[in-house]
């Protein structure tokens, strides 16, 4: 059963307007974890934000910002005021078992974000 | 303070050779993960390493593929005979320690591996 999904392939966005990239995930675990990681052309994996599930309130880390819907198990990323070098390839992930000890990440099949100038 | 670093960047192999991808955690790092890509895709868990232990290897393959993380030294995934469909980027990553909720995974820059 498919874990992690994104639903948008592709989108597109106009430089400084704030775009939405749209993550559910499917758990039975009480503790978990979701992260978004940004991967550019050059192919690194980069990490933006991170979320817990036991957190009271929606991660912020400079321009980006998780919409996190506990009772919906959806964990969207929104990118405000977007730039040029926002195009890249989002992947929303999750860990499950807080308290384990394995880091093993489920992604998502990615959403490929166009920032047009 | 370096990041994760793995070599090669790119590895070319034709059919039936073997192919070893090294990863060097972070300073004080002693947790290794390594990730497959496929294209368009994202990415697989493949093993989960500690200094000298294979902790969890569900994801790797039971034929061709190995994983060591050795007391001293980078760890290396080995492929052999090596076939097109292991064409894919290969990604490691490191943590400094387990059951901490918002521990960040970083990740290296990843190994792609072209198979002729």
């Known amino acids: 059963a498919q874990k992690i999904t994104q639903t948008q392939p592709g989108m597109f966005v106009q430089e400084k307007e704030a775009v939405t990239l749209d993550c559910t995930y499917d758990t039975s675990d009480q503790s978990y974890g979701l992260f978004w990681y940004k991967q550019p052309s050059s192919g690194e994996m980069i990490f933006l934000i991170y979320q817990g599930s036991y957190d009271e309130q929606n991660a912020t880390e400079g321009r980006y910002s998780l919409n996190f819907q506990k009772a919906r198990k959806s964990a969207n990323l929104v990118i405000s005021a977007s730039q040029l070098g926002d195009s890249a390839m989002y992947f929303c992930a999750m860990r499950e078992g807080l308290g384990g000890s394995s880091y093993k990440l489920i992604f998502g099949s990615g959403t490929r974000l166009l920032v047009r100038p | 303070n370096a990041g994760v670093m793995q070599n090669p960047r790119h590895l070319v192999r034709r059919r039936g050779q073997e192919a070893r991808l090294r990863c060097s955690p972070m300073k004080g790092h002693s947790h290794v993960y390594w990730y497959r890509q496929l294209p368009e895709e994202g990415l697989k868990f493949m093993v989960y390493l500690q200094k000298e232990n294979i902790i969890d290897e569900s994801g790797m393959p039971k034929e061709r593929f190995s994983a060591e993380f050795p007391k001293e030294g980078p760890s290396i995934l080995r492929i052999q005979q090596v076939v097109r469909g292991d064409s894919a980027a290969y990604f490691c990553?490191?943590?400094?320690?387990?059951?901490?909720?918002?521990?960040?995974?970083?990740f290296g820059s990843g190994t792609q591996l072209s198979v002729l």
């Open positions: 990553a490191s943590s400094p320690a387990s059951g901490t909720s918002n521990e960040k995974l970083f």
